[in-house]
C-alpha cells in the first residue's frame, strides 16, 4: 500500500478483506499456529465484525518462543553483533514501517476502533520514530572507565539480560510495543512479545517486517494469546531474564508476584494513572486551559494511562471553566473511524465500553452531576461508542475520582487554594503524571515539585517526545520508556577489574 495516501475502507469487512491480516504467532521467522491449534476471534469494536482468528498461545508456546529466543541470544548473532549492524537493521525496521503506513494504520484503527487520523499521524510515525531513535543511540552509548590507580583499569560496561518478555497494552498497540522493542533490541536482547487480546494485529505484522529487515529469526518472537495463559507463562518463565510491562496496576502486581515465585526476574512496571490537571485562576488563557483539558482526557477515547481524568479547578472559575471545556467536548464526538475528520472513536471492545458506562452510573449514584454528555452513542453501528464526559461536583474520594477508568470521563473537583490543589493531586495511589497551569513561575517550581508524579507539564498537557522519560511514581510502577534512560533497563552493569602489576 502506498505510504503518502490516508488509507479509506468502505466498513471494517471491506478494510479486512483488503488486509487479509494475519493472525498466527511469530516464532523463530514463521508464522505458525498455536501448538493447541486453538484461536479466538479478532472483533473490531467498530461495528462487531470478527476481522479474523487470532492463535491462542499457551505456556507450550512461550516455552517454544523462549528457547528459540535463548538460542539465538546465546548464538551472538545479535546480542554481539557489532553497533554498526544492529544499527542499520533497526534503522531498516523504522523505514519498512514507513514503507507500509498505510497498512499498519488500518489494521491499527480495525483492530483497536480508533481514528484513522491518528494511527496514520501518530501512532505509526511515532513507532518508527522509536525505533529509529534507539537504532541511532547504539553507537552513542559508551562503556565507562573507572578512576582507580594506575596498576588496574577497572572497565564499567552494560551487557544485555538476554531474554525480554514484553507484554504490552491495547490502547496504542504499535506505539507500546516499539517502546519496549527500540531499546531492548538496541542493547541486544532477544525479546518476547505479548500484545493485548483485544488488539493483536501490527504487532503480528511488524515481526515479518523486521526480519525483512535483516532482524535474525527468533531476536522477534511474538505469542499472541489471553493474559491468564501466555501472559501469565513469560511471567512464570525461568528463561525469561526480565518482563517490560505496560498495563494496569492490577496486572502489574501479578508480574511482580510471578517474579518472586519463578527466578526472580527483573520487573519493570508502567501502570495506571489518575492525572491530576490544576488549574489556576491566575492563567491568562482559560480558553487555551479548557482545550487542553479536553483533548487531554478525550484523546484516545481516553483510553490513556496518563489521561487528565481530574480537572482541579479553582472554585473562583470553577463554573465559567467547566463550560469552556464542554464547548471543546462538544467538538470532539464519536464518529466513524474510517473518516479522517473523525476525532473520536470506539471503545477497544464491548468489555470495556460496559465498565466505563459503569463507572459513569457509579458517579450518578454518588452525587456527582452530570455536565456533559454520559451516554452511549452509534448503538445502531453495533459498535463500542460513548461520548465525552464530564461531572462536576466531584468529591475526591467518589469511586469517579479514584479508580482509573481508562475511558472518556473527566471528574471535576473544585479546591479554593494551592495547597488543597497539591493535596488533593497527590490523594490517589497513582503517580504517573501531573498538569499545571499558571503564570506564576515561582507557583510553578513549587507546585511541580510538590506534585507525586513521574511527569509533570506546566502550562501544557502531555508533552514530551522520544528524547524524555516516561513512567510513574507509586503504584503507577517503576522504569522508564522512552530515551536513553529505558536502555538501561534491559542491561545489566559488569565490573572488570584488570591489574596490571
Known amino acids: 500500500m502506498s505510504a503518502t495516501a490516508i488509507p479509506t475502507a468502505s466498513s471494517v469487512a471491506d478494510a479486512a478483506e483488503r488486509l487479509q491480516p494475519e493472525g498466527r504467532a511469530f516464532i523463530d521467522g514463521q508464522y505458525v499456529n498455536a501448538l493447541s491449534g486453538d484461536t479466538f476471534d479478532c472483533v473490531s469494536p467498530i461495528d462487531g465484525t470478527v476481522i479474523t482468528q487470532i492463535a491462542a498461545c499457551d505456556t507450550a508456546d512461550v516455552d517454544r518462543a523462549v528457547a528459540g529466543a535463548r538460542a539465538v541470544f546465546n548464538s551472538g548473532v545479535w546480542s554481539n553483533a557489532a553497533p554498526a549492524r544492529r544499527k542499520s537493521v533497526l534503522k531498516k525496521f523504522a523505514e519498512l514501517m514507513l514503507e507500509n503506513a498505510d497498512e499498519l494504520a488500518l489494521l491499527e484503527t480495525i483492530d483497536m476502533g480508533k481514528p484513522i487520523s491518528d494511527s496514520r499521524k501518530i501512532d505509526v510515525p511515532g513507532a518508527a520514530k522509536c525505533i ?58 532477544s525479546v518476547v512479545l505479548k ?20 532482524l535474525p529469526a527468533g531476536v522477534r518472537q511474538v505469542v499472541p494469546g489471553m493474559g ?66 479536553a483533548w487531554g482526557i478525550f484523546f484516545n477515547q481516553g483510553e490513556v494511562c496518563n489521561a487528565g481524568s481530574r480537572l482541579l479547578v479553582h472554585e473562583d472559575i470553577r463554573d465559567d471553566f467547566i463550560a469552556r471545556v464542554a464547548k471543546v467536548a462538544a467538538g470532539i464526538q464519536p464518529g466513524n473511524p474510517f473518516d479522517a475528520k473523525t476525532k473520536m472513536g470506539a471503545m477497544v471492545d464491548t468489555t470495556q ?5 459503569g463507572y459513569i452510573e457509579a458517579g450518578k449514584s454518588e452525587g456527582a452531576s452530570v455536565a456533559f454528555g454520559g451516554n ?89 517526545d522520544i528524547t524524555t522519560p516516561f513512567g510513574g511514581f507509586k503504584q503507577s510502577g517503576f522504569g522508564r520508556d522512552k530515551s536513553l534512560h529505558a536502555m538501561e533497563k534491559y542491561t545489566d552493569l559488569k565490573l572488570i577489574w584488570l591489574q596490571l602489576d
Open 376 to 464: 452511549r452513542v452509534m448503538a445502531e453501528t453495533g459498535g463500542c461508542f460513548i461520548e465525552p464526559t464530564i461531572f462536576s461536583d466531584v468529591k475526591n474520594d467518589m469511586k469517579i475520582a479514584q479508580e482509573e477508568i481508562f475511558g472518556p470521563v473527566l471528574s471535576a473537583i473544585s479546591f479554593s487554594d494551592v495547597e488543597e490543589a497539591v493535596e488533593i493531586a497527590n490523594d490517589t495511589i497513582y503517580g504517573l503524571a501531573g498538569a499545571l497551569w499558571t503564570r506564576d513561575v515561582s507557583t510553578a517550581h513549587k507546585v511541580a515539585r510538590q506534585i507525586k508524579a513521574g511527569v509533570v507539564w506546566v502550562n501544557c498537557f502531555d508533552a514530551g
Open 195 to 214: 500484545p493485548a487480546e483485544q488488539s493483536s494485529l501490527t504487532a503480528i505484522r511488524i515481526a515479518q517486517l523486521a526480519v525483512d529487515a535483516g
Open 228 to 293: 491468564e495463559t501466555a501472559g501469565q507463562a513469560i511471567g512464570l518463565h525461568m528463561d525469561v531474564d526480565m518482563v517490560a510491562f505496560t498495563g494496569s496496576t492490577e496486572v502489574g502486581k501479578y508480574f511482580m508476584k510471578y517474579s518472586g515465585e519463578s527466578n526472580l526476574k527483573r520487573v519493570s512496571l508502567e501502570c495506571g494513572g489518575k492525572t491530576p490537571h490544576i488549574i489556576l485562576p491566575d492563567y491568562p488563557d482559560l480558553d487555551k486551559a479548557a482545550e487542553a483539558v
Open 353 to 357: 465500553m460496559e465498565r466505563v458506562l
Open 132 to 189: 529509529n531513535f534507539y537504532a541511532e543511540a547504539i553507537d552513542k552509548v559508551s562503556d565507562e572507565i573507572a578512576p582507580t590507580d594506575p596498576s588496574a583499569v577497572a572497565m564499567v560496561v552494560r551487557e544485555p539480560l538476554g531474554v525480554i518478555g514484553a507484554v504490552v497494552p491495547w490502547n496504542f498497540p504499535l506505539m507500546m510495543a516499539s517502546w519496549k522493542l527500540g531499546p531492548a533490541l538496541a542493547t541486544g536482547n
